[in-house]
């Protein structure tokens, strides 16, 4: 199966439901995406399909052919978000940070609170309550 | 430039914001294999017949039997057997351990277990097996209760609470030489280190315990990752290969310990004026299959029962019974939310019972410097209860909007509470923990068992040091922990790290720079070598506590809070979205305040979801909703705004005047909340409170 990774061509060598999720973390060795709950609810495997936040433990590896996947590795360490994170105290275990930028990547320029908020929605952080969070996204 | 108080940057933060931090499943190792475990399916009975056709085909299969040392889980007691052999007690209990190389050929193995069932006790309050009782007495409450002019009775119950960290459990565990080494995903490597030496029969120096990044914790992985550790371990050595367990999150919902449900009733004598006169406090806990933490979390409950207010005359009676239900333990605020939960909203009652304001009921008897507690604690100056009360009145404009809601589908209601830091009585006198410093060629580091799960632990022990050597934040950093190479400071809970683990290394950067003189540490070790300094913990003057009869100082200190709750309720679908939050909290000193705001929005969004959206539903004595599907936790939707204001009452007991802050938050919120729905005209006294609770409630009152 041939998808484009972070902006690289890669080849992935398993079967067509093999969960985009394990493709990554497994075939890639990308394992800065996580697995909190494996039923599309907790956010931490969102990444980016075709700029789409998705739940990569939903998606079948075949859904992601031909198609341009972004992860947390393809940021660098140096995006304005990750930034933003780090300075604020918006990752505290860290496990759903990586889902929570990739989200929030998909936001309009200058989002509103209410922008974060309903875009995070699917994105579950145990440990901040958020605020963290929204501060990091308001103020990246 | 002094770090303490200062929001400094988390030293992991780097890694986390990067996805490069590296979690349990995140590692591997050469020839690993994969493990699952194979559970009972009924509450409680007989194993008749196990059969399966594993053996050869690549497996590797474990039972009790192939357990070197004893078959025991080593936490308080050693009732909870690591793998059942002939009886079990709850659904989820360990029977069978599998391991195989491809994951896929694992999950697909079928194993047939038979059964002579018997009939389960579900029901705590028709369970005669006692786990743990013990009472508390202060002066003569049945006597008092006499002079009292009314006395208001109530039960006030709490549901079960899955701690829902977002990474699951797990562990690997690697043979290595003789021994092995068992990396994980956990709160006290320590525990697990001494788990393993029962299980496995060896000595201390050939077995390791090394914390991974660990994606959060909240007391659900104080314990449990013993059991795992000890079957990966035992599954390594059976097979000589690496084994790595990592729970998906059903079976980590389904199997895994959760917050004790509690029932609690109060008999409390009050004059018109409002004076507590007497208290009367029952509480049961229920326990779960085995014994596991209940008797720690139900003193610490007990303590917490009669709350921040000075009676003379109080009675609490406490005990933890067994089900056979999964074994419940620790969580967050370790059975005194259950207990101030109860009290708060029962003061609630009192004030509505005497027509008096809320707030002039907790002012009138709020516990302040010289009053003592109901083990007989004499309160010092750092006793702030009043102070965060008015705080909270004042900041919250609480008087002004209770007028302006009244009558409206808006309500808001108050909670004040505290919490004691550290291990309950001579805990910390028996834990004896030892923090370590060493000079490296940048300036130092700190060994510690410690384990970061996300409150900060890395970030603020190196504040402390950092100030306390005089030295930069930046010449700070931290060891792995790994029980070879760092002492054992105590495990990662009950608002003890920065308090207790803190003030041990405050202690040795000070002995430290008496040795090394003015040099930058750093300077030092290109000098002369390396220098370790190791302290002890010691007791603070003027602490005893009797451990027979339940009196004297329960903790070293306590923090302080209050918390506002603003609501409003869907008059259509009767669910209850918080609106607004007041948090104050006086925690003594923020070594950094980023991490401190972080440990009460945290700690209170876990609040409002234990007080309005989390539900365990138990059905046959297992989880029937053991799915973040139909579990439901706080989102950014259920989140509401909140105001945190931090105190800074110094304790002489804390670095810097430091004292816990990382349970206190999770106390307040459900009973603030609930308080709330009292001000709407519904009586609520159960949690969670559920659209379905809601609308009973509303149907009783119209």
Request: glycine share 10%; net charge negative; with cysteine.
């Amino acid at each position: 199966m041939r998808l484009r990774v972070n902006g690289r061509d890669a080849e992935v060598d398993a079967p067509p439901m093999t969960r985009l999720l394990d493709a990554l973390r497994l075939h890639c060795g990308l394992t800065g995406t996580k697995e909190g709950c494996g039923e599309g609810e907790c956010g931490a495997c969102t990444v980016l399909l075709d700029g789409e936040p998705v739940c990569s433990c939903l998606v079948p590896l075949a859904h992601a052919e031909g198609a341009e996947v972004a992860t947390i590795e393809g940021l660098g360490g140096d995006h304005p978000l990750q930034r933003a994170f780090a300075e604020h105290g918006a990752a505290q275990c860290g496990i759903c940070t990586p889902g929570m930028i990739m989200t929030a990547l998909s936001l309009p320029a200058s989002p509103t609170l209410d922008d974060v908020r309903f875009a995070l929605a699917g994105n579950i952080c145990r440990c901040t309550g958020y605020h963290a969070i929204y501060r990091a996204i308001l103020r990246a | 430039m002094p770090s303490v108080g200062r929001s400094v940057p988390r030293k992991d933060a780097h890694d986390k914001v990067t996805g490069t931090a590296r979690y349990i499943d995140d590692l591997a190792f050469p020839g690993m294999l994969h493990a699952r475990t194979i559970r009972s399916t009924i509450a409680r009975g007989r194993i008749r017949d196990i059969r399966h056709e594993l053996d050869g085909n690549g497996f590797v299969v474990a039972d009790f039997r192939d357990i070197p040392g004893r078959n025991a889980v080593s936490v308080v007691e050693d009732d909870q057997p690591l793998l059942a052999e002939r009886e079990v007690r709850h659904v989820a209990e360990p029977v069978l351990l599998l391991a195989h190389e491809d994951a896929d050929v694992l999950r697909r193995a079928t194993v047939e277990i038979d059964y002579v069932p018997d009939e389960p006790v579900l029901d705590p309050l028709r369970s005669t097996q006692v786990h743990k009782s013990l009472r508390i007495v202060k002066g003569d409450a049945e006597a008092a209760m006499r002079d009292a002019d009314v006395i208001v009775e109530g039960q006030y119950r709490t549901g079960h609470q899955e701690q829902l960290y977002i990474e699951p459990n797990g562990v690997i565990a690697v043979p290595e030489g003789d021994g092995i080494a068992v990396y994980g995903s956990l709160q006290c490597p320590f525990y697990v280190h001494k788990a393993l030496r029962v299980v496995l029969g060896l000595p201390a120096d050939r077995i390791r315990v090394v914390q991974a990044e660990t994606g959060g914790g909240f007391g659900g992985k104080e314990e449990y990752p013993s059991v795992i550790a000890a079957h990966a371990a035992v599954l390594a050595l059976k097979a000589r290969r690496p084994v790595k367990l990592v729970y998906d999150r059903l079976e980590d919902m389904l199997a895994t310990t959760k917050r004790h449900p509690s029932i609690v009733r109060h008999r409390t004598g009050v004059m018109r004026d409002g004076r507590l006169v007497a208290m009367q406090v029952d509480i049961l806990m229920d326990g779960g299959a085995y014994v596991t933490l209940s008797p720690v979390v139900l003193s610490r409950g007990a303590i917490h029962a009669a709350g921040p207010y000075r009676c003379d005359h109080v009675l609490v009676e406490a005990r933890a019974v067994a089900t056979h239900t999964p074994p419940n333990g620790a969580f967050r605020g370790f059975g005194a939310p259950q207990t101030q939960f109860a009290l708060e909203v029962h003061m609630e009652r009192i004030a509505e019972t005497l027509s008096m304001d809320p707030v002039r009921l907790r002012e009138m008897n709020a516990l302040r410097p010289g009053d003592t507690t109901a083990t007989g604690q004499r309160m010092e100056s750092d006793c702030t209860a009043l102070q965060v009360l008015q705080e909270a009145v004042s900041r919250s404009d609480f008087h002004a909007k209770r007028e302006r809601y009244a009558g409206t589908n808006r309500g808001i209601g108050l909670s004040l509470f505290f919490h004691g830091a550290g291990f309950t009585g001579s805990g910390e006198v028996k834990l004896a923990s030892r923090a370590s410093l060493a000079t490296t060629e940048h300036g130092v580091r700190i060994l510690v068992g410690s384990a970061e799960i996300g409150q900060g632990t890395r970030t603020m022990h190196a504040q402390i040091v950092a100030d306390a050597l005089g030295i930069p934040y930046d010449d700070v950093e931290t060891a792995l922990p790994d029980t070879a190479h760092v002492p054992d400071s105590g495990p990662t809970v009950a608002s003890r790290t920065c308090m207790v683990v803190g003030g041990i290394l405050q202690r040795c950067a000070v002995e430290l720079r008496e040795r090394i003189g003015d040099l930058h540490p750093g300077e030092h070790y290109r000098l002369h070598g390396e220098t370790t300094v190791t302290k002890q913990y010691e007791a603070p003057e003027g602490i005893a506590w009797d451990d027979a009869a339940y009196r004297g100082e329960a903790y070293a200190t306590y923090a302080w809070a209050c918390d506002v709750a603003e609501v409003e309720m869907d008059p259509d679908t009767y669910e209850i979205r918080p609106i607004h939050f007041t948090a104050v909290q006086d925690i003594g000193k923020a070594i950094n305040p980023t991490l401190v705001a972080g440990q009460i929005e945290g700690g209170t969004s876990q609040g409002i979801g234990w007080a309005l959206l989390e539900e365990v539903v138990m059905r046959d004595g297992a989880m029937a909703n053991a799915q973040m599907t139909n579990y439901t936790v706080p989102t950014t939707l259920d989140t509401p705004p909140m105001d945190v204001v931090i105190v800074e009452t110094p304790s002489r007991h804390g670095p810097f005047g430091a004292k816990g802050v990382g349970e206190m938050p999770i106390d307040g919120p459900a009973p603030a909340i609930v308080n709330a729905i009292r001000h709407l005209g519904l009586d609520i006294r159960e949690i969670p409170a559920t659209p379905e609770r809601i609308q009973e409630a509303a149907c009783v009152s119209a």
